[in-house]
């Protein structure tokens, strides 16, 4: 497509439930990202996926936080148990070259827990 | 690991004014360095980028940043400033680190007001 899909746009689910967010990147980039961010926060790194595989899954807060891209394009990112404390917008992004080029992001999925 | 230092966290400018907003790092290594813009309900955007080559570097819309890598800063600048700047802007560095080189690290963030 012409730019990163993030689907839903908004979530709000009830604490201890499982959610999944899903990404749609640009047609051909093969690196793709995800990033958390909180309010009054820049965001910060969850993962990054080359092709099918994570590169770097150092930012994943625990172990309640997975993310798959099984085809090396679609990524979906999941989370079990859902806290309060997830609540934020999860961003997606990818790029054809590397972070060192810059990104292309997604308009991101709000997730509210309540 | 690298960081990113805004020190200005709301800015209020009048139409046509200057801006100069901060940013630092703190890697002492090869960085690449980013301006990013989200715009009122819109998603990241970006704004200028710097690998390497001349430290001035021209971006979309008028901004321009400058880097200074003795001071380990990337302050972005636009001369005259209008309303549809209103936005909250992102500086983002890349460092060129064994395991750290696929990933961006933000600053917290200006949120830049322009009135009319």
């Known amino acids: 497509g012409a730019g990163v899909s993030q689907t839903p746009s908004n979530k709000v689910t009830e604490k201890g439930k499982y959610v999944e967010l899903r990404c749609d990147p640009i047609?051909?980039?093969?690196?793709l990202y995800w990033y958390r961010q909180s309010l009054g926060q820049g965001p910060e790194f969850l993962i990054y996926?080359?092709?099918?595989?994570?590169?770097?899954d150092s930012g994943l807060p625990n172990d309640r936080f997975f993310a798959v891209r099984p085809e090396g394009s679609v990524s979906t990112l999941k989370i079990q148990r859902t806290e309060r404390g997830d609540s934020a917008v999860y961003l997606c992004?990818?790029?054809?070259?590397?972070?060192?080029?810059?990104?292309?992001f997604g308009s991101g999925t709000r997730l509210t827990v309540v | 690991a690298q960081s990113v230092s805004q020190h200005n966290h709301h800015v209020i400018l009048s139409e046509a004014a200057s801006l100069e907003l901060g940013c630092n790092y703190s890697?002492?290594?090869?960085?690449?360095l980013f301006w990013y813009v989200q715009y009122p309900g819109q998603h990241l955007q970006l704004l200028l980028k710097?690998?390497?080559?001349?430290?001035l570097v021209k971006g979309i819309k008028g901004f321009e940043a400058e880097f200074i890598k003795s001071k380990f800063s990337f302050n972005l600048r636009k001369p005259s400033v209008q309303w549809s700047d209103t936005a909250e802007y992102f500086c983002?560095?890349?460092?060129?680190?064994?395991?750290?080189?696929?990933?961006?690290?933000f600053g917290t963030g200006t949120q830049l007001k322009v009135e009319l």
């Open positions: 983002a560095v890349n460092a060129w680190v064994t395991g750290g080189g696929n990933k961006l690290t």
């Open positions: 992004a990818s790029s054809a070259q590397g972070a060192g080029y810059g990104y292309t």
């Open positions: 710097y690998f390497s080559g001349d430290p």
């Open positions: 890697y002492g290594g090869t960085v690449n």
């Open positions: 996926f080359q092709g099918t595989g994570a590169a770097d």
């Open positions: 047609s051909g980039h093969t690196a």
